[in-house]
């Protein structure tokens, strides 16, 4: 555990440094404490792993996925997966309230909107029971409000 503690470090640094940002500015960009990004590059035994939530905001910002900070692997499925989950399981309510949301200033670098996952998503919310039908850039637009908007205990 702790080579893997070591190699997050060592990625997250150099993902920083690439992307041009001394860690007082990343700490702010991603809404993570600076004493705690500190702690996340110290290659010793008081570095800890990121809780979710810092991870995905610490990726998006230096446009990376989180598997790659964590593993050195570039693999968007399970950002992707748990996407599309909390996405089919919105209510035609919550379909509604998103759409009508405003983005935020999140990066969504991590989001591929490939045809096959918009009628993917399309397809789950005209469900049985459903008696709205959505075209596909009314669910394109809620599919990227709500990854801009997505809630923090989800992640």
Known sequence: MEKQLSKFARRLKKAREAAGYSQKNL????DVGYSTL?????????????????????????????????????????YMDDLTGELKGLSDDDIRR?????MTDKV??????????????????GRSGSRVTYNRQYVMEVIIKYASNRPAKRV
Request: with cysteine; proline share 4%; hydrophobic share 40%.
């Open 38 to 78: 500190c702690r996340y590059e110290q290659e010793t035994r008081d570095n800890v792993f990121p809780r979710p939530l810092n991870l995905l905001h610490l990726a998006q910002v230096l446009d990376v996925t989180p598997e790659f900070l964590l593993e050195g692997k570039d693999d968007m499925n399970l």
């Open 98 to 102: 998103y759409h009508d949301m405003d």
């Open 108 to 125: 969504l670098a991590h989001l591929k909107l490939s045809e096959d996952f918009i009628r993917d998503v399309q397809a789950s919310w």
């Open 27 to 30: 700490a702010e960009k991603a």
